[in-house]
C-alpha cells in the first residue's frame, strides 16, 4: 500500500511537472493545458495527504517520528509552497522546482522505505520537531527558488539577442525580493522554533553547534542581502552575484556542515 | 613642501568624515589585531564582561556613550550610521562566524569577536534611537525586527556566563540535596529531590537479519504484539509468542519482572515464495544478566533482535523545601519542570542498566537572561512576520 502510493504520487507528479514545463513553449500554450498540469498537482498533492493518512490511521499515531514520514510532509509542504508561488506572483517556476524536490524525496522514500521504520530517540520526539523542519525546508525552497530566478536572468539574458524591457526585469527583481524577504522571515521563524525546542530539550537554546553557527551565519547573509538591496538598490549585477554566493552558504548550512572538521561536534548529524 | 609634512597631509586627509570601507576596514582589522593580542596576553583571564555584575555595567557604560555620541557627536554618529560601517560591521561578524564554523574553536568568547560584536550591536543601538526619535506607525515593523535582534545580540553574548548548569544524581527512593557543575563543584540547593522511580520505556526492538559476516541486511521494526507477520527479505517471520519480561531459566523462557528481564519473541520463519516452514524458535535481546539469543536459517543467515532503544524516560519525583511544601511530578526529555528559579531537565540515566537503571541524572539549569532572550525572540518573530505582511520601502536615491 504504501508502495503504490509512493510510487502513484511520484508518476503524478512527474507527469505534473512535465506538462507544466511543456505548457511553457509557445507550441503547447493550448488553452487548458497548464491548467491539466495544475490540476494533476493538486491530484498528487492529495495522494501524499491520503498516504500520510493511511500512515496514521495503521501507526496509530500521527506519521511525525521518522525521517521517511518527514520527507513525506516536506514533499506535500514543498509542492503547496510552490503552488501559492504560482498562483500569487504567476511564476511557474518555483513550482517545477519543488515539484523536482518532492520528486526526489519521494524517491529517496520509494527506495529506502526502512526509513519509516526509523525511531527516534527521546529528545526528537517533541511538539516542534516538525515545525522546526518543515519551515527551514520551506525556507531553503524559497530563498533557492529566488537565486535560480535571479540567475536565470544574469545566465539567460543574452541569448535571446534583446534585453529585457524595463517593466520585465524590474517585476523580476521585485520578485525575487519578495520571495527572499519571505524566505528569510521563514529562515527567522526556523531559527527561533530550533532555539526553543533547544531550550525545551536540551537546557539551552543556543550551544554554537556546528549547525547552529551556520545557520546563523546563512540568516546573517540573508540579512546582509536585505540591507544590500536597502543600501544599494540600483546595483541589481551585485545583488544578484550576490544571491549566488549566499546559495552556496546555505547549501553548506543544509548538508555541507557534514563534511566540515567541526561535524563531530554537531547533534544535527542525519 | 617636505615629506614628512605631505605624509602628514595624506594621513589626515586619509581620516577625514565620511569614512568609506577603506577606513572602516582599517578599524575593524586594527580593533582585530587589539583582540588576538589581547587574547593571547591573557589566554588564562576569564572574561569578567560576560558575567555579572561586570556584564550589566559594561553594557550600561557603552550605551551611555553611545547616547552622548547620538546627542553631541554628529560626525561620529553620521559615521557609525553610514552603510560603510554597516556592511563592515556585518562582514566582520559573519567573517568570523565562518571561520569558527570551519575550525573547531571557541570564536564566540574571543576579544576580536566580542570587538566586532560591539560595532554592530552600536550602529544597531544608533540606529534604534535614531528611528525613535522621528516615530511614525510605519516604521514598528523595522522598530521590531532591529530592537529584538540588539537585545537577543546583548543577552545572548554577555548573559553567556551567567548562566548556571548543574548536574544532580538521584537514586531511587534516595533525597539529594546538592548539584555540581562541570569542574565537579559542588552546590548546595535551596530544595531536595526525592526519585520515587526512575522509568525507561523502551521502543518494540527491531528485528533484523543478518548475513553470516554479521552484516545487516534487512531491518524492521516491531509491534510488541502477537501475530504479527514481518516480511525480511525472502522471508517472512511470524511471531508466536512475545514478551518484554522474558527471563531464561532452566532451559526455558518464563516470564518475570526481574532485573534483567529482556525482550523474548518466539518466532516461525517462512519461505516467502511457497510459505514452507524453514525454522522457529526463541529470539531475545541481551543484557547485564543474559546474553542475547538469535535463531539461524539456512545459509548461515540469522534472525535477531537489536538492541531495544529508549522511546521515552522519566524521572517521578518530589520535590521539597524546608518550608513544609512538597511538588510531587515527573520530569522527562522535553518536558522539563520548572522551579524554584530553576529549569530542571532529565538528562541521563545508567546506560548499562537500561530500563533497569536506579540511577537517574537531572540537569538543573538557571539562565538570568532567560525572559530577556524570550523577549527578544518575540519581538523578532512578530517584526518577521511584519516584513511578509508589509513590505518595507526602499531608499531609492542611493546606490
Known amino acids: 500500500m504504501v508502495n503504490s502510493l509512493l510510487l502513484i504520487s511520484l508518476m503524478i507528479f512527474s507527469l505534473s511537472l512535465f506538462i507544466g514545463i511543456l505548457s511553457n513553449f509557445k507550441a503547447y500554450q493550448l488553452k487548458g493545458f497548464k491548467l491539466l498540469g495544475d490540476s494533476l498537482n493538486i491530484l498528487g498533492m492529495l495522494t501524499l495527504l491520503v498516504l500520510i493518512l493511511y500512515l496514521w490511521i495503521t501507526h496509530k499515531r500521527p506519521p511525525l517520528q521518522t525521517l521517511g514520514d518527514t520527507r513525506l510532509w516536506y514533499s506535500l509542504l514543498l509542492t503547496m509552497c510552490g503552488v ?10 518555483p513550482l517545477w522546482f519543488c515539484q523536482g524536490f518532492a520528486l526526489l524525496f519521494i524517491m529517496i522514500d520509494l527506495f529506502n522505505q526502512s526509513a519509516f521504520e526509523t525511531l527516534l ?45 524595463i517593466d520585465e526585469h524590474g517585476i523580476l527583481i521585485r520578485s525575487v525580493d519578495g520571495i527572499i ?76 556542515v557534514n563534511y566540515l572538521p567541526t561535524a563531530s561536534q554537531s547533534v544535527h548529524t542525519y | 613642501m617636505s615629506d614628512g609634512n605631505r605624509l602628514k597631509k595624506e594621513l589626515s586627509s586619509f581620516w577625514n568624515y565620511p569614512f568609506g570601507y577603506e577606513q572602516n576596514l582599517l578599524i575593524l582589522f586594527s580593533l582585530w589585531f587589539v583582540g588576538m593580542q589581547l587574547e593571547y596576553l591573557t589566554r588564562s583571564v576569564s572574561k569578567n564582561i560576560l558575567q555579572f555584575p561586570h556584564n550589566l555595567y559594561f553594557i550600561m557604560i557603552w550605551h551611555f556613550i553611545l547616547f552622548i555620541i547620538y546627542l553631541k557627536f554628529p560626525k561620529i554618529l553620521k559615521t557609525c550610521l553610514s552603510k560603510e560601517f554597516i556592511f563592515t560591521s556585518m562582514g566582520g561578524l559573519v567573517f568570523l562566524l565562518i571561520i569558527s564554523g570551519i575550525i573547531p574553536q571557541d570564536i564566540i568568547t574571543s576579544w576580536p569577536y566580542l570587538f566586532t560584536l560591539v560595532l554592530l550591536t552600536s550602529t544597531l543601538f544608533l540606529t534604534i534611537i ?26 545572548v553574548t554577555f548573559g553567556s556566563k551567567d548562566r548556571l548548569s548543574l548536574k544532580m544524581n538521584l537514586l531511587e527512593g534516595k533525597s539529594t540535596w546538592e548539584a555540581y557543575d562541570q569542574n565537579s563543584k559542588l552546590y548546595p540547593l535551596p530544595f531536595a529531590i526525592y526519585l520515587s522511580d526512575f522509568i525507561l520505556q523502551e521502543y518494540p526492538p527491531e528485528i533484523a537479519l543478518i548475513n553470516a559476516s554479521g552484516k545487516i541486511l534487512i531491518k524492521k521494526k516491531t509491534s510488541g504484539q502477537k501475530h504479527q507477520r514481518i516480511p525480511l527479505k525472502n522471508y517472512e517471520v511470524y511471531i508466536n509468542e512475545v514478551s518484554d519480561d522474558g527471563v531464561y531459566f532452566n532451559n526455558h523462557w518464563k516470564r518475570a519482572k526481574h532485573p534483567g528481564s529482556v525482550w523474548h519473541a518466539n518466532i516461525k520463519v517462512f519461505k516467502k515464495k511457497d510459505q514452507q516452514l524453514i525454522g522457529s524458535g526463541d529470539i531475545s535481546t541481551g543484557s ?40 510531587a511530578t515527573s520530569i522527562e526529555v522535553n518536558k522539563p519542570l520548572e522551579f524554584d528559579r530553576y529549569q530542571i531537565y532529565q538528562h541521563s540515566y545508567d546506560n548499562k542498566l537500561g530500563r533497569w ?27 518577521t512576520i511584519g516584513l511578509v505582511l508589509f513590505p518595507k520601502m526602499r531608499r531609492e536615491s542611493n546606490g
Not at chain 1, 518543515?134 to 541569448?159: D, E, G, R
Not at chain 2, 525613535?132 to 546583548?154: C, E, K, M, Q, Y
Open chain 2, 130 to 155: 535614531k528611528r525613535f526619535a522621528r516615530f511614525t506607525p510605519g516604521d514598528s515593523v523595522f522598530l521590531l525586527n532591529h530592537v529584538g535582534l540588539w537585545i537577543l545580540l546583548i543577552a
Open chain 1, 181 to 256: 524577504s519571505m524566505g528569510y522571515a521563514f529562515l527567522t521563524l526556523g531559527l527561533l522554533l530550533g532555539a526553543l525546542w533547544a531550550k525545551q530539550a536540551w537546557g539551552h537554546y543556543w550551544t554554537w553547534d556546528p549547525k547552529e553557527t551556520w545557520a546563523f551565519i546563512t540568516w546573517m547573509i540573508y540579512l546582509i542581502y536585505l540591507h544590500l538591496r536597502y543600501f544599494y538598490y540600483k546595483k541589481t549585477k551585485l545583488a544578484q552575484l550576490y544571491l549566488l554566493g549566499a546559495l552556496m552558504m546555505l547549501f553548506i548550512c543544509w548538508f555541507g
Open chain 2, 357 to 383: 537503571s536506579e540511577l537517574s541524572v537531572l540537569e538543573l539549569v538557571y539562565d538570568p537572561w532567560i525572559k530577556i532572550v524570550y523577549g527578544g525572540m518575540v519581538f523578532l518573530l512578530v517584526g
Open chain 1, 121 to 165: 530517540p527521546p529528545a526528537l520526539l517533541s511538539i516542534f520537531f516538525i515545525p522546526h523542519v518543515v519551515v527551514y525546508i520551506i525556507a531553503y525552497a524559497m530563498l533557492t527558488c529566488a537565486t535560480f530566478i535571479s540567475a536565470k536572468n544574469i545566465l539567460f539574458k543574452n541569448k535571446r539577442n534583446q534585453p529585457l524591457d
Open chain 1, 84 to 93: 501559492v508561488i504560482n498562483y500569487k506572483l504567476k511564476i511557474s517556476w
Open chain 2, 288 to 327: 547485564f544478566m543474559q546474553t542475547e539469543q538469535n535463531l539461524s536459517l539456512e545459509n548461515k543467515m540469522m534472525v535477531k533482535y537489536l538492541p531495544a532503544r529508549p522511546q521515552k524516560f522519566s524521572s517521578l519525583v518530589k520535590v521539597f523545601t524546608p518550608v513544609r511544601m512538597e511538588l
